[in-house]
């Protein structure tokens, strides 16, 4: 038989060491709601599980001078019970709070989410979408980059080997300002995006855009950031043109796959849809 | 006979007490499947075939068998090659050798997910080990997936000596085509002639799983005398002896089939998969096997229901009258013959009188997991059809849904196409009420439709056995062979304590192993209310004539003399004496001094159940950018008979309401993908 071993450090060197002399495959463990279920399938046979909830700071959410720290390995279930981060980043609790069940919410994590690497995860999006940060620890020391440079394909991210994520940056919420996170499944629970629409804007005080970000799930091999999407929004209130030339950028970016969830076109029209209703949700948490 | 359903002056049916089954099951205390567990057991695993349809060619196990810890390693070629037989054992009619080849593949097999090997190890990652050890050598065949296409000349044919049956003359080519079934009453082109309006309508279904929560579950174990147990939970224990009897080629009286709680069945738990298959492992390892189904694996080779192409046409008259109801039903039967197309003819156009009908179905076998029984097998499939076209037929008369219905409602006479003349029957009385209900007329928003449709079902009655026994301080234990997959042991209570006149809270409801209760047919076919019901209802009767004579015997007076009232023995009049009246704890307590224990147990054969019909009404808003499809409001009402327990008629009807929405939006299985 083939072993396991299973080890949960209480520091960050620690895990970092753990994970980069490791000679089989070496996986990080956060809630486990994707990483034991691939492994019961057998699809994944790791050798090393270093689990990162003893690791102080890993759960946790923090909030300094109105910006969020969120531990890497905090539960959904937390974050919806954070007043102030429910506060400032609706957008991003909503998508996580999408994901799975009551049961899932007590265990699945933002950097699982993440770096399970997901076409159609939901949390990355909103993530996106709000700005968020990535803080990395690794043998090379500690690196902070943009969520939308974790996940580059279907499976794959850019941590190298001995790397894990930390923590979450959300920034300050801007003045006039409002997120806001759709899925669409034909169902109403348990399934899995046949597009996810995050959207954050900046309203100046007439109510015109003057910040926005525009992050589509599950019609990419990655989730999209779309600067067009963004752009036909900046300048604007969210007239019906404006609605429609953000549905039309929107679909332009669309690389969807067809399976069993949706069609090529089905996948790229609903993205339009998604991407009108999450505006407008947005510009009226932004105060228009 | 108490008729139960007659009554008026019930006091313990009718009501909602706790469920006997109730605290085990909340409290996890129960034991399913799963959960049972014997000293020094080993670990059962199924090898799978990953084609839909291969020969196989060559299995070699020497190296399974070869790894420590494998104590049991098995194929077709272990079981006996048993020729064909019909089987009328589950629910709905099937064959001793298709069994035994769905059980374990001979020679081919015909679906991904088909059994090619099984093993037996001391622990599953063992035995998990094992099955990688196994070599299959497949040669691929193509495969047909879709029904029509299966029926296509020049499909890839799954059974070479499979010969379509009911055409004349006998065909000459296998087919694919198990059989064809035509039910006809009038004269189907002279109904068409004089209609008025015609409508028709090709519609199609999707093979959907019944989705029990608890996965197919068994224990099984043979000893050296060649005595077997198996511990599992089904639709029916008796079902599992006389699968394993003939699968195994074993003497019925040697295996002792062991009922577990169960966790859903829904009719998909009225047939054998996994059984037959243990009880071999463990004659070869000489030692207990467990074997239990993963959700995967329920998905993959047990029983979904049939998927079908159903085309129907049917004609009225001005007034509303329809004229003539024709209709072809094509049924996925799976792997092997056996779908339920019969009760889809049967029940197509059941709910309506209609002078001319003439109805084709086609059991037809493709690469697919051999169907199983679900809810009213056969019947939502054609019945979805014929609704339709009956809502059609309304839309082309400018009449409301429901009056078409009432205007050619089966009732009291109505000869069925299958030939049964109904006794009195609840369609209009079901009509009736869903016209009178506030939810036909109310108002409708924004993308929001109603549709409302009308089904039936037979119900039927078989063979059931049950027992009641009085124990020492005059409590009772009813015990039956039904396995209770939808309060069965509350009802069979119920009905007990009503007749004999005592709380519920004195019987004690268990379901009987197949040593310890006569023979009993599988819980299906709605059933078993009715059958074991009468069961239970004639033994308690045949109780309280003992307690009478008890009774007279305590009072050394004639047994006629002595009534038994509320629980009681009372004289029966001021000529048999003044005496107190006996309860039935001081009768228990005197039973060893007048005869011995008290108890009765009987067995029927049940006939003349009732048919059961029913009207649902449904709203769904339907966003129009997305299609995404919610429903706002549904409405049920159903011809129940005599509810015995009222809640546990509202949770089958909440159920099966919930299935069938699934059915209708969500559920399908993708081939291919
Ligand atoms: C029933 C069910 C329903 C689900 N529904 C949804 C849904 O609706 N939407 C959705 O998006 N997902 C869904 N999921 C998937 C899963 O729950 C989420 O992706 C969840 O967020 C994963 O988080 P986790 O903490 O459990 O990750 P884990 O399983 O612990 O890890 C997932 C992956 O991320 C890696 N990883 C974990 N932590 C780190 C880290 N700190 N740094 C680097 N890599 C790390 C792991 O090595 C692994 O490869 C569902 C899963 C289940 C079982």
Known sequence: MSGLSYTAPSTISEAVSLLANASGLA??????????????????????????????????????????????????????????????????????????????????????NLCNASPGADSPPAMIAAGAIAVIAGPAGTREVPVEAIVTAPGRTSLAKGEFITEFRLPKKPARSGDAYLRFIPRTEMDIAVVGCAIAVTLDANGVCIAAKVALGAVAPTQLVVAGAAAALIGNKLTDAVLAKLDAECQAVCKPITDKRGTIEYRTKV????????????????GA | MTYIGNKSDLRVVGTRPDRPDGVEKVTGRAVYGADFRLAGQLTGRILRSPHAHARIIKIDTSKAKALPGVKAVMTAEDLPNIT???????????????????????????????????????????????????????????????????MAPGAPILDENLFTAGVDPKPTTPSNIAKKIILKSGDIDAGFAKADVIAEGRYVTAAVHQAYIEPHACVATIGADGQATVYASSQGHFMIRSFCAKLLGMEISNIRVIPLEIGGGFGGKTIVYLEPVALKLSQISGKPVKLVMTREEVFRASGPTSGAVVEVKMGAMKD???????????????AFPGSPVQPGLMCAFAMYDIANVHVTGYDVISNRAKVAAYRAPGAPISSYAAEQVVDDLARQLGMDAITIREKNAAKAGTKTVYGVTFPEIGYEAVLAAAKSHAHWKAPLGK??????????????????????????????????????????????????????????????????????????????????????????VQATEKVIEQLKQRAAMIWDISPDAVDWKDGQAVPAGANAGGFDPLSLAAIAAKAGKTGGPIGSEV???????????????????????????????????????????????????????????????????????
Request: charged fraction near 15%.
């Open chain 1, 27 to 112: 996986k990080v463990l956060s809630g486990g709601t994707d990483l034991l279920v691939q492994m019961k399938s057998g699809r994944l046979k790791p050798a090393l599980i270093v689990d990162t909830k003893k690791i102080p700071g890993m759960i946790g959410i923090r909030e300094i001078d109105g910006a969020f720290v969120i531990g890497a390995a905090t539960s959904g279930a937390l974050m919806g019970e954070h007043a102030g981060l429910v506060a400032a980043w609706p957008g991003v609790v909503e998508a996580t709070n999408l994901i799975g069940s009551t049961q899932v919410q007590g265990r699945a994590s933002l950097a699982g």
């Open chain 2, 320 to 334: 509303g009258t329809i004229v003539a109801a024709q209709a072809v039903l094509k049924y996925q039967a799976g």
């Open chain 2, 447 to 536: 993308n929001q439709g109603r549709g409302i449709a009308t089904g039936f079902w037979f119900n039927i009655g078989g063979e059931s056995s049950a027992s009641v026994f009085v124990n020492e301080d005059g409590s009772v234990s009813v015990v039956s062979g039904s396995p209770d997959i939808g309060g069965s042991r509350a009802s069979m209570a119920m009905m007990a304590a009503e007749v004999l006149g005592i709380p519920v809270d004195n019987v004690r409801p268990i379901i009987g192993d197949t040593a310890s209760i006569g023979f009993t047919n599988v819980t299906g076919g709605s059933r078993v209310t009715y059958a074991t019901g009468m069961a239970t």
């Open chain 1, 271 to 286: 993205a339009g849809v998604l991407a009108r209703r999450v505006a407008a949700i947005a510009f009226q948490r932004a």
């Open chain 2, 603 to 673: 067995s029927v054969n049940a006939q003349g159940a009732g048919p059961g019909f029913g009207a649902h009404i449904c709203d769904v808003e339907v966003d129009r950018e997305t299609g995404q499809t919610t429903i706002i409001r549904y409405t049920a009402i159903q011809d129940v008979g005599r509810a015995i327990h009222p809640s546990y008629v509202e949770g089958q009807i909440q159920g099966g309401a919930v299935q069938g929405i699934g059915w209708a939006l969500n559920e399908e299985y993708i081939y291919g993908a």
């Open chain 2, 84 to 150: 064909s037989e019909e089987a009328f054992v589950g629910e709905g009619p099937t064959n001793f050798r298709d069994q035994s080849l769905n059980v374990m593949a001979r020679g081919k097999v015909l679906y991904e997910g088909h059994a090619v090997a099984a093993v037996a190890a001391m622990s599953p990652s063992i035995a998990e080990a094992a099955l990688a050890l196994i070599e299959v050598t497949y040669e691929v065949l193509p495969h047909v997936i879709d029904v029509e296409e299966a």
